[in-house]
């Protein structure tokens, strides 16, 4: 095999690891909420509310890994997040009250939170060429931690007899394990990842003679209306995706009467169709990054409202809603990473790049706690048409933009 191939790959295939074992540990905790209700004695508000606060810390740390990796480099931040993320994991595993496992939680959230809008920036750098092709290659390998998650989590929780007797002699035994996993694949991918990229020139901090930008530069961005427009065109589909993966396992086991174990699979589809990142972040070089984002939003939006409208239809219609919704959500990502790197001035890009994601990543951290609130307030339904109705949002949004480039 060509060496020299192998080293133009390194950063995508190792930063691409580090966002995998990311989304990994994040979707550990959805399949995991029935567990952690009946371990701890708590109700679907409180569980969706730890899982917010995930994700708040998670989306705080946005705009500051872009604003550091500007000045030391990406490749030390990926680093720090891993190991921090890994910290958090082996954490979990520990059988404490539950105010520790929240706490463990939001050291997760900060260690994978410095990941993505790094990462993003990295890749545009070393790629520039194929940027959407390339993350799309990023956010597919990525997505795919969510398919495994709710498999290791099934695996673990119906272990045969005989796994059982070995897990129970593990201190992470029963649904504790896979943050066990987690935690030591962390530490060593993080180790990988220094060694092999520490000196190359995707380490580096990008320089332009200038002085490093203040808050003010960053937030100047926002004069732009179509940036704006965009932002919250962002934040609308992030407060949907971000609600609905957090409870659909729920969703579909409670309102929609499916067998637990036909739900897990459904929720695994969702993140098995991530390939299409592959076909959408390269149709986006090609194209145009607008009309390939609406269709995306516009099959995403369609079929959320379908998992509303036809939740007692059964698991072949819904799981075809799950893989359609799948197919839309995953489209527009890679797409939308391209035009924020695109639509930012060079010497903006990280700081700018993060402030984007803190306020998407935020109002996606909103969500669960919406949707455990309303879900025990009123039901699940209610609950997931505020999602499609959001994620509508972003598809009109992102169509005018389109229709008055």
């Known amino acids: 095999m060509n060496r020299d191939r192998i080293g133009e790959y390194d950063a995508l295939v190792l930063v691409s690891l580090v966002w995998f074992l990311g989304k990994f540990v994040r979707y550990l905790f959805p399949p995991l909420f029935e567990s952690i209700r009946g371990a701890y004695g708590v109700s679907n508000a409180t569980v969706g509310t730890a899982f917010t606060?995930?994700?708040?810390?998670?989306?705080?740390?946005?705009?500051?890994?872009?604003?550091?990796?500007?000045?030391?480099?990406?490749?030390?931040?990926?680093?720090?997040g891993a190991l921090v993320a890994g910290a958090g994991s082996l954490a979990v595993v520990v059988d404490a009250p539950f105010a520790v496992l929240v706490a463990a939680m939001l050291v997760i959230g900060a260690g994978t939170g410095v990941h993505k809008t790094v990462s993003v920036r990295l890749i545009a750098r070393v790629y520039p060429a194929r940027t959407g092709r390339m993350l799309g290659a990023h956010d597919t390998l990525g997505a795919m931690g969510g398919v495994a998650a709710p498999a290791v989590v099934a695996a673990v929780l119906s272990a045969p007899p005989a796994l059982a007797v070995v897990l129970a002699r593990l201190p992470g035994a029963d649904w504790r394990a896979p943050f066990l996993l987690t935690g030591v694949l962390a530490v060593g991918l993080a180790v990988a990842t220094a060694l092999r990229l520490s000196g190359s020139p995707a380490a580096t901090a990008p320089t332009d003679g200038d002085e490093s930008p203040g808050a003010a530069a960053y937030l100047r961005l926002f004069r732009k209306p179509r940036f704006t427009a965009f932002v919250l065109v962002t934040v609308a589909f992030s407060f949907a995706y971000n609600g609905t993966v957090a409870f659909l396992p729920l969703y579909l086991s409670e309102a929609a009467a499916l067998p637990v174990s036909t739900a897990s699979l459904l929720y695994s589809a969702l993140f098995a169709v991530t390939f299409v990142q592959l076909v959408s972040g390269d149709l986006s070089d090609r194209l145009g990054r607008f009309p390939v984002m609406v269709a995306a939003l516009g099959l995403a939006t369609a079929a959320l409202a379908g998992l509303v409208a036809l939740a007692g239809a059964g698991a072949i219609p819904l799981g075809v809603l799950v893989v359609a919704l799948g197919l839309g959500s995953h489209g527009f990502r890679p797409v939308r990473g391209a035009y924020l790197v695109e639509a930012l001035p060079d010497r903006l890009a990280g700081g700018g790049l993060g402030v984007v994601r803190t306020l998407l990543m935020g109002g996606g951290a909103l969500a669960p706690a919406a949707v455990g609130v309303i879900a025990d307030a009123v039901g699940f339904r209610p609950a997931f048409a505020l999602l499609a109705g959001s994620m509508g949002v972003a598809a009109v949004g992102a169509a005018g933009l389109w229709l008055t480039e």
Request: no cysteine.
């Open 53 to 80: 606060g995930f994700m708040i810390v998670y989306a705080l740390l946005q705009f500051p890994s872009g604003a550091v990796a500007d000045r030391v480099g990406p490749v030390r931040v990926i680093v720090a």
